[in-house]
Each structure stands twice: as structure tokens, then as C-alpha cells.
């Protein structure tokens, strides 16, 4: 060893240096071997750390779905407790938007459907259940409820029932004239709704009650322009639902096999359900959007024997008929139902008829059922015409009527119809024999009044066109350049500004995304087809009258036509100005 000052030579155990007095301090080797090893143990203690850390989030994180599902479950099983079975319903529901897998949500859902009397429900969750998540606990439930309904069903059959005297009263259909059903709804927002509002409630409606397995039909029920919507989920057991709309809420009518009749003049549903050893006739009104099952008829075996379908009028087969509540006797039941009978029927069978499947979503399927119920004849159709009336009076040697501060002059308007019904008007119209009139009060700036002092901005009223238009002449427009073409085309035709635009921002939202639109003005066929006759109490009749009326059909590629003119239009004295339009829907 060595003086780290001089570098003298050092004898072992010496703790200053002989030469220059330098003291020696030796170091602890166990303290040396000592820090070493805590040196190395701060590598692997961090990487410790820090894959605690990790883990720990990562746990945090599956903790906090963990405890929102238990929380969700505990919120959904109190309201089961506490008997409130809608609630419970949605909070099961949202439950399964956290957990799709969650066992417990699918039958605490199925009980609470069970609890509603909606048994139906109840097995088509089950059955979703089992498919999601191949539980034996669910398969269980399942087979029960299936068990609890086919009791239920032999219950109501078992025993015979002998019917009372109570005589049942013979329905008297309704005295109108049998009126066809109509192909395309009038989108002109009816008093029901408008049919474009149905197609998203039955979507919405869907997407809340039913899965993705089923197929969906559009039809047309009750004679209005409001479509219904058939969902069927396949087979016998499962069923098929009909949906209903009146302008504000759905309602639903269970169908026991997906097929059925409906007599249009009599608006009623006809149902026959049956197995291989009963049979369950029920006759079905929609009355104020609502289904309302009326009369019901069930005929049983006496041994129950499977020996193929029974008859519903064999005389040996137990009976039960009920009308409007009361209990009624066979022959009074099926005269009655015969009654009902125009031989205006339309037969709906789901096996045979092209339905729509949910791949897109349950909105693309509702509405491309509803597409398909428009095209389903594979003919031309006319779309509705929504015309708008203008009324430009010159006030002066006349009587006037003030009215918010404007002088007007009383106006008395008709419009006559040979072929066709006039489906919605604003005022409403008087009709008698074809011809429909208003009577109103126009100021020279065009403002309508009623008699009760209420605005208008014009006359409009509406209909449906048989389909049929000259396209010799007209126009082929990109969809992109419609509203352009529409403006300067209605502008040289005559049309103010306020005329046109209103125009243009009707028929827009239609036209602008097809790749073309050809267009075609039918302004002297309208005005024969419809003759219109405006007069003050005097006699005096309009100088000027432009009415135009535009038919059009989307189209993907571009047509050639012999460009349409007209004759300049020129505003003088008492002014009516009219527009709409139709459309004509090729299926290709």
C-alpha cells in the first residue's frame, strides 16, 4: 500500500504516513459490497414500479365497469323489487348497453316483460339472451316461460263452454263508398301524421323492443294514407307484430303466425291462429291508433288428438265466442264475422311475401320496406301534386273589408275535380259533387284572411295524380344544378321571387341529390284537368292567370328532350298566380 499524497511506501496497519504524516482511512469492504448490491436492485425495482403502476390502471379501469354494472344491476333489481316494471324494463335495458353479455340483465329483463303480461317480449329476450351468451341459466328460463305459455294456451281450450243467448249485434259497415286502397301515401301531413313520421317511429320503436333477427313489411291498414309496419321474426312461435302510428304514438298487435286478412271497407283485421289441435279466430279494428280486438272465437278438440288442423265450424269441437266482452253463441259469432265480410279483402301472407332484413340497421330497414310497398306493383305511380294558390285583387269600386289594418275584397274560389279527391287543404275547402270552394277576403299585396280574421300567405290544397305525364318536351338537369335551373326557368315563367322561392324550397330537398332530374311543365293539361273559377260578389273575374305545374322523375343518366317554351306572362289588373308539382316514380 501507498501514500496517496507522496506515494511513500506504507507498512500494513499504519494509519498515518512515516513520511509525510498523511492520514490513512481504509474503506469498509462490507460497506462497499454492501452499496453495490443496493446499485443494482434500483434497475429491476423500477421497471417493478412502474408495471405496477401500469397493472393498477389498467385494473382501475375494469374496476370502474365492474362497478357501474353492479351498479346499473343494483338500480334495475330495486325497481323490480318495488314493482315498477316500466322502469326496471329501461334500466335493464341500459344495463345490456354496458354489458351485451350480462346474464343477469337478460333475465332480469325477461321477468319484468313477465310482470307486464308481455310474455311475448319475455321469450324473444331470452332467446336473444341464449344466442349471445350460450347460458344454461338463461336456456332454463327460457324452456319454463315456453312451458308457462303452451299451458296457457291448452288452459283457455280445455274445457267446454256453453254459449249464452246474448244475441250479438250485427255490425253495419260504414256508409261510404268503397274507396281502394291507396299505393303512395299523400305526404302532405294529414290529420294522423305523416307517413315519413311513421317509418321513424316504427324504427325507433324497433330498435327498442325487437333484435336483428326478423323481417319487416309495410302495409296499408284503416284506409289512410299512414302506412302500418308487419315485423316477423320467422316462424310459428315466434309470431309477427303489427305496428300502428297516429301521429304521435305506436302501438302494437301481436300476431300468433304471420299471416292474416284485412276487409278494407269494413276496416277490420282478420286473424287465424292455430296449432294442430285448436284454433283462434279474432277479428281486430284500429280504431284512434289504437288495435282493438272486438270479437274472438276459439275451437278446440275434445281429446286434444294432433290429427291435423281442426275446422272452426265442425260441430264437434269444444267452443268458446265472445263479442265486445260478452259471451255469444256460434251461430250468432259467425254470422256476425260473415257480416264483416265486402269481399274487399286483402290477404297477407309473411311465407310468401318479400320482407326486408335489418343488415343496415333497423331505420334502413323500415324504410326500404316502406320503399318496397311503394314499387310493390312494379308500375308507374303518380306522386301528390301541392299546389299553392295566389290571389292578387285590385281594391277600389268594389265593397272592402278591413281587416288587421288592410283593405280587402271578398274572393270566392272553386276548383272543380272529375276523377280525382282532393286530400288535404289549407283553409280547409267546402265540397260538394266534385267541386271544392273557399270563400276569403285578399288584400292587393296577396295576404288572405278568412272570415274569423285568420292569415294566410295562399290557398294550398293537394292530391294524388294517376301517374301520367308528357315527357315530349322538357328538360334533363343535374341534380346539383336543379335549384339554379329552377329559379331562372319559374322567374322567366313569371313568378315573383316570394312565388319561387317557396317553390324552389318545396321541391328542392327531393331533386338536388339525384344525379338527373327530368322536368316537364304540364301547365295547359293541369289547368283542363282542373278548372278553377275566381269571382268577386260583383262579378268581377282575374285579368291575369299564370298557372304552372311541373311533373319531373329522378333519373341516372342523362335524357335528351326537345326543349319546352313559353309565352311571357304579364302581370296587369287582378293577378292569380299557381304552382306545384308531382313526381313520377319509375321502378327500374
Not at 354496458?98 to 333475465?107: F, M, R, S, T, V
Not at 288535404?424 to 296577396?446: K, Q
Amino acid at each position: 500500500m501507498f501514500c496517496r499524497k507522496c506515494g511513500a511506501a506504507m507498512g500494513e496497519g499504519d494509519v498515518f504516513c512515516a513520511v509525510c504524516g498523511e492520514r490513512i482511512t481504509m474503506p469498509d469492504v462490507t460497506e462497499v459490497k454492501k452499496k453495490k448490491r443496493i446499485g443494482l436492485w434500483l434497475i429491476p425495482a423500477a421497471l417493478i414500479l412502474m408495471t405496477a403502476l401500469i397493472l393498477g390502471i389498467v385494473f382501475a379501469s375494469r374496476a370502474g365497469k365492474a362497478a357501474k354494472i353492479a351498479e346499473q344491476l343494483s338500480i334495475a333489481e330495486r325497481y323490480l323489487d318495488e314493482l315498477d316494471y316500466d322502469k326496471a324494463v329501461a334500466a335493464f335495458k341500459e344495463l345490456l348497453e354496458i354489458d351485451p353479455l350480462n346474464e343477469d340483465a337478460y333475465l332480469g329483463l325477461a321477468e319484468a316483460y313477465i310482470a307486464l303480461q308481455e310474455d311475448d317480449k319475455a321469450e324473444r329476450i331470452l332467446k336473444k339472451g341464449y344466442d349471445k351468451t350460450d347460458s344454461r341459466e338463461i336456456k332454463k328460463e327460457l324452456e319454463r316461460l315456453e312451458e308457462h305459455i303452451r299451458k296457457q294456451e291448452a288452459e283457455s281450450l280445455s274445457a267446454a263452454v256453453t254459449p249464452t243467448s246474448t244475441p250479438v249485434p250485427t255490425p253495419t259497415p260504414e256508409p261510404v263508398p268503397y274507396v281502394p286502397q291507396v299505393i303512395i301515401p299523400d305526404d302532405g301531413r294529414p290529420a294522423k301524421g305523416d307517413p315519413f313520421d311513421a317509418v321513424a317511429a316504427y324504427a325507433r320503436y324497433a330498435e327498442s323492443n325487437f333484435g336483428e333477427d326478423y323481417k319487416v313489411y309495410c302495409i296499408y291498414l284503416n284506409n289512410d294514407s299512414i302506412p302500418e309496419a308487419v315485423y316477423d321474426f320467422g316462424d310459428a312461435a315466434s309470431g309477427a307484430v303489427i305496428l300502428t302510428y297516429d301521429g304521435g304514438n305506436v302501438d302494437s298487435y301481436y300476431l300468433n303466425r304471420g299471416e292474416f286478412s284485412y276487409e278494407e271497407v269494413t276496416n277490420t283485421l282478420f286473424v287465424d291462429s292455430y296449432h294442430s289441435d285448436w284454433e283462434v279466430f279474432e277479428a281486430v279494428k284500429i280504431v284512434s291508433g289504437k288495435f282493438n280486438g272486438f270479437a274472438k272465437g276459439s275451437c278446440g278438440l275434445a281429446d286434444n288428438s294432433s290429427i291435423g288442423k281442426p275446422d272452426l265450424y265442425e260441430n264437434d269441437a269444444y267452443w268458446t265466442a265472445e263479442w265486445d266482452g260478452n259471451e255469444v253463441s256460434r251461430k250468432d259469432f259467425t254470422s256476425a264475422v260473415e257480416s264483416l265480410k265486402t269481399g274487399h279483402t286483402l290477404t297477407y301472407n309473411m311465407a310468401y311475401t318479400y320482407g326486408i332484413e335489418p343488415d343496415y340497421g333497423h331505420e334502413a330497414a323500415v324504410n326500404n320496406a316502406y320503399y318496397d310497398l311503394r314499387y310493390r306493383w312494379g308500375e308507374e305511380i303518380g306522386g301528390k301534386e301541392k299546389p299553392n294558390l295566389y290571389l292578387y285583387p285590385e281594391i277600389g269600386g268594389q265593397p272592402v273589408k278591413e281587416i288587421n289594418g288592410k283593405e280587402t275584397v271578398e274572393l270566392r274560389v272553386s276548383l272543380r275535380m272529375e276523377n280525382d279527391r282532393m286530400a288535404a287543404s289549407w283553409p280547409v275547402a267546402e265540397e260538394a259533387e266534385g267541386t271544392y270552394r273557399w270563400n276569403v277576403y285578399a288584400a292587393e299585396d296577396g295576404t288572405l284572411y278568412d272570415a274569423g280574421g285568420n292569415e294566410y300567405s295562399y290557398i294550398f290544397w293537394d292530391t294524388m295524380r294517376d301517374g301520367e305525364a308528357d315527357f315530349s318536351e322538357g328538360f334533363c338537369v343535374r341534380g346539383c344544378d336543379t335549384a339554379e335551373f329552377l329559379r331562372e326557368t319559374l322567374s322567366g315563367m313569371g313568378l315573383t321571387p316570394r312565388e319561387y322561392n317557396e317553390f324552389i324550397v318545396y321541391w328542392l330537398p327531393r331533386m338536388k341529390d339525384n344525379p338527373y332530374n327530368i322536368i316537364s311543365f304540364q301547365n295547359d293539361s293541369y289547368a283542363a284537368d282542373y278548372p278553377l273559377e275566381i269571382e268577386d260578389p260583383a262579378g268581377n273575374t282575374p285579368d291575369s292567370v299564370l298557372r304552372v305545374m311541373m311533373a319531373w322523375k329522378p333519373s341516372r343518366e342523362k335524357a335528351e328532350l326537345r326543349a319546352q317554351s313559353f309565352e311571357p306572362f304579364e302581370r296587369k289588373g287582378f293577378v292569380v298566380v299557381e304552382w306545384g308539382g308531382y313526381e313520377i316514380d319509375e321502378r327500374d
